[in-house]
């Protein structure tokens, strides 16, 4: 598993290099058609370039930082950075947004000259190419590392290169209409785009730093430990899981009968980590092992119990409610969902 972790660390950090040298010469081929034409709709992509930049840099940094192995400062790692790193990212989409915003407005109310526009939307035509490959090669390798800065990144990439290609028919207009008002008007269409872009980037970080429960992982968990449920499993609850980088963090409380030995219950841990990983490839699992008490023999269903003191004669599912919540004998049996 080490070497896998390794691995998984290599291509983030590779694809994130991949990502700031792609980034480089797309700024300068963009800040070059913004020079040649005084375009304010290629100001707009070039400066989303200009955030790509500084955002990946940041980005890769975060990565350096979230791969190091937990220390004494840091027990449970440095991935949290992650989720710092795009909420940063978000926040300079935004900057750029309102940047562009204001340069168009100022543009739409005193009029805007252009030239060699021609040449100018070839130049971020090819550029919205790039960065269409190169935003859909980061969401990919950040969801096969589960790297939520590489998502963040190849989303914000994916951006600029919608960005580039309504510029490119914005100025494709404007060359057959010659109606020079479209060129900020397209600027500051973009720019609202890119201010909802940033806005999600920035919810998903806060979301991220404050361990909102992600429902798709939870759905994993739910139904992986149904799938591999033991009869003498008799409860499970106080489910809690966070992620950190490309790692998750779960915790939860099992019933098993009291008379089970230390070096059973540890088995049990052993194995519902084993299954669990098969799922959510570098997680750590902590399992509080509790004892059943008389009140919950009519919960169990473990037929071979010699040491029962009523018959079984309530069923429940193991659903997510019923695992997020407390011990099914303090719950209400009018409130559990029945088989």
């Known amino acids: 598993m080490t070497a896998e972790i390794e691995q998984n660390n290599l291509d983030k950090k590779k694809a994130a290099w991949i990502s700031l040298i792609v980034g480089g010469f797309m700024f300068i081929s963009k800040i070059s058609a913004y020079l040649l034409t005084g375009s304010s709709a290629i100001f707009s992509d070039a400066a989303e370039s200009v955030v790509h930049v500084a955002a990946t840099s940041m980005a890769l940094y975060s990565i350096y930082l979230s791969s190091k192995p937990a220390d004494e400062d840091h027990l449970y ?56 490959a190169l935003g859909l090669f980061l969401v990919k390798k950040g969801k096969q590392t589960n790297s939520l800065t590489l998502i963040a990144d190849g989303k914000h990439v994916l951006t ?53 429960t992600d429902k798709e992982t939870l759905a994993l968990i739910v139904n992986k430990i149904n799938e591999v449920k033991k009869e003498y499993w008799i409860d499970l609850h106080h489910l809690r899981f966070w992620k950190s980088s490309d790692r998750v963090y779960m915790d ?40 059943c008490k008389e009140n919950v023999c009519k919960y169990c269903s473990f037929a071979e119990c010699k040491k029962r003191l009523e018959p079984h004669t309530i069923n429940f599912k193991w659903d997510t409610t ?15 969902s029945h088989h």
């Open 77 to 132: 790692g440095h991935g949290n950075v992650e989720y710092f790193s795009a909420g940063v990212e978000g926040l300079l989409i935004i900057i750029a947004a309102i940047t562009i915003i204001y340069t168009s407005g100022h543009d739409l109310i005193f009029g805007v000259t252009t030239q060699q526009l021609g040449i100018g939307t070839t130049i971020i035509g090819i550029a919205g190419l790039v960065n269409l």
């Open 160 to 212: 600029d290169s919608y960005t580039s290609i309504g510029v490119v028919i914005g100025l494709i207009l404007v060359l057959i209409t010659g109606f020079s008002l479209l060129d900020p008007i397209i600027a500051i269409l973009v720019a609202l785009n890119i201010l909802f872009t940033g806005y999600k980037l920035i919810r998903e970080s806060i979301g991220g730093l404050m361990h909102e």
């Open 252 to 291: 939860f409380h099992l019933i098993l009968p009291y008379y089970f030995t230390v070096k059973e219950s540890h088995l049990e841990e052993e194995y519902l980590e084993h299954h669990l990983e098969t799922i959510i490839p570098n997680c750590s699992v902590r399992i509080h092992m509790d004892y």
């Open 322 to 336: 019923r695992m997020l919540g407390d011990p099914v004998y303090v719950v209400p049996v009018e409130s559990l």
